[in-house]
């Protein structure tokens, strides 16, 4: 901490001047607002430091004047000021409100809220930050502006952490920072941020390549002579290209940069095509294509190497001209670009005009993120990290509307964007005229038509594909539901076939079952038949003692708790008849070494047939037969697991088989199949069903069911709209 209050007084004075000079051209009343912030700033963070030991305001006064630098409006300038209050003082954002108005209040909510979910905290997720900071971005990018210039700054004085967490924050800033920057379009401060959290996540290598260009001075005297080259040229081609207003400037691509490119591809640091680079800047938008012209007149260009980012911009709103061409045998490349393309792409154009609160539309790489908010954890990280790091390509529907995907997507991604029905419906493609598998990658340029038809259904094999959030949660999302559709139908003509059976009033019989069941509709209750979560024999077993009270068999329905004893579990009791109830499948123990052992059904719990089983070694009478999940004997178990014995139901002369049907698309053909398996005594442990590509349905069941799999294939494929049976 500081020795004196005068140190702290030449700190926050220095801060304050540096702001000052960043909105000098600001009107009077702006800078008097501004002034007052400033002022109600240090008053609510009087006492508080930084680690480095100055006063903590002169660290949002420097993310203001990173943001002023950006060219914000004044209300994001002030709101940089205050965007710790309310976290860290005892202001609140009413008092905020009250004071400079809802704009500032917005901004200040936006950065606390972000803040909420810290990055040193053990129980908080990266994806949690993560989540948050991108609902902030579409809720207003001006927060994330002020995010980002906090992370800059943080950056700048990051030398009073201790190594191991700045490595961190600098590996994160690489990670997220820097590559949202680009999409922001904050070139100036992507750079910087990058740059300097190169340093302090990769020491060695920034040191060494630093040293590397250090001993390169050719570098530096090969974009000097280019500049002074191409003024040359420009002034002598004065009077006919107007060129006369142009500015020349020159930069050697910045460290993180090179050491990316070079990192990943294996290349040599001088063949980086834009190592070199020189900026023209021209009046408008006529004297960037005069000037590119007397370019490649002065110079060979490069093949290939010509990019028209003013016809088409790049995803971040950024428009220039780049070319890059060869002088005395070294690469160099020259953009050209007008004033106005100069501002937007140093400063950010996309932060101040191309979002959601201002024109209505969120940017399409934004709404792709936003896309992956449920995802978890794992598979959010690595999408957001794709986006953010993926260059972006722009594909044309056939009436020539644009449609901007992530590089790498898929013919499926395309149609998804498009629209969700047509991805559902997707059934072929044509790219550029031509017939293509769904699993074709786009490049920029591409014309894409889907095909489409009415019977067909996505394939879970597009999974292995397709990048975007959207196209893979619909994907998902249409085989879950048509999964429910099928099992609903599934237990539905199951539930018919077995109240068909009975003498019982339909009314008595439907409240029974929901009744043992604990479900509240007969919907319900079909979803968990047919998806084999609740077994028809125990429903049966449920309207048997519906319909004779006094039958013996397991409880299906609440009864009294058993007594037990002080170690909570039956065996502490004395031995008592407990016979094996009537009318129940036989139960094969399958614990090594244990033969002709006697079974016990406790009061504790309600074993019910067809579902999971505990089995307990008793000391009294044989094993114990509990529910799964049974706490009393979860708990003996946990114990003394030595105990365990691993319990079957089984049912004599069956045997289980797999079978795999091809059927026609047409209504009713599940439930016509169920009611044919219900037919020949089989019991459906589980089915799914889907419509494949070729239109046709796709039935799989797992059943129990007595008779040879041959006689039983030679059935199904008897039945009517049946294509083909495997029985295995």
Known sequence: MPADPATDDRYIAAAVLSLQSAVADWEPAAREDLRKAVDYGIRAHDGQFRRSGEPYITHPLAVATIVAGLGAQPATVIGAVLHDTVEDTEVTLDDVRTTFGPQVAVLVDGATKVAAVRGDDPDTTEAARLRKLFVALAADPRVVTIKLADRLHNLRTIGSLPSAKAARIGRESLAIHGPLAHRLGFALLKAELEDRAFAVAYPDE???????????????????????????????????????????????????????????????????????????????????????????????????????????????????????????????????????????????????????????????????????????????????????????????????????????????????????????????????????????????GNTVEIITRRTTGPSLDWLEWTVTARARQRVRAWHTRHRRDSERATGEAALVQLLSRRRLPRAQAETALLRATGLDSLDTLAEEVGAGRIEMETLSQVLTATSTPHTPGPPTLPTPDRPVGPSGFEDDLAPGPAPTPAGVPLLHVTAPGLTGVSLTWPGCCHAVPGRGLLGVLSRTRGVVVHASGCPQALAHLARDPARNARLAWVRAGSQMSMIDLVCENTPGMVARVVLALADLDCDIESSSSYIGEDGAGHQTYEVVHPGSRSQLSTRLRELPGVRSALVR
């Open 206 to 444: 920034y040191l060494e390549l630093r040293a590397e260009l250090i001993n390169r001075p050719h570098l530096e005297e090969t974009l000097q002579e280019a500049m002074t080259a191409l003024q040359a040229h420009l002034e002598a081609a004065d009077g006919t290209t107007g060129a006369n207003q142009h500015e020349i400037t020159g930069r050697i691509k910045h460290l993180w940069s090179i050491y990316r490119k070079t990192h990943t591809s294996g290349r040599d640091l001088e063949s980086l095509h834009d190592l070199i680079g020189v900026r023209v800047v021209v009046d408008d938008v006529e004297d960037c294509y005069r000037v590119l012209g007397l370019v490649h007149a002065l110079w060979e260009p490069v093949p290939d190497r010509f990019k028209d980012y003013i016809a088409r911009p790049k995803f971040n709103a950024y428009r220039s001209l780049h070319t890059t061409v060869l002088l005395n045998g070294r690469m160099v490349e020259v953009q050209v670009r007008t004033r106005e393309m100069h501002t937007a792409a140093e400063h950010g154009s996309a932060a101040h005009h191309a979002y959601k609160h201002e024109t209505g539309v969120e940017p399409q790489w934004l709404s792709r993120v936003l896309d992956w908010h449920d995802a978890d954890d794992s598979e959010y990280l690595s999408a957001v990290a794709g986006e953010l790091t993926s260059e972006e390509i722009w594909v044309l529907t056939p009436r020539g509307d644009v449609i901007s995907l992530p590089a790498g997507a898929s013919v499926v991604d395309f149609a998804y964007a498009v629209h969700s029905e047509i991805g559902d419906r997707t059934s072929g493609a044509r790219v550029n005229g031509a017939l293509v598998p769904l699993n074709t990658r786009l490049i920029s």
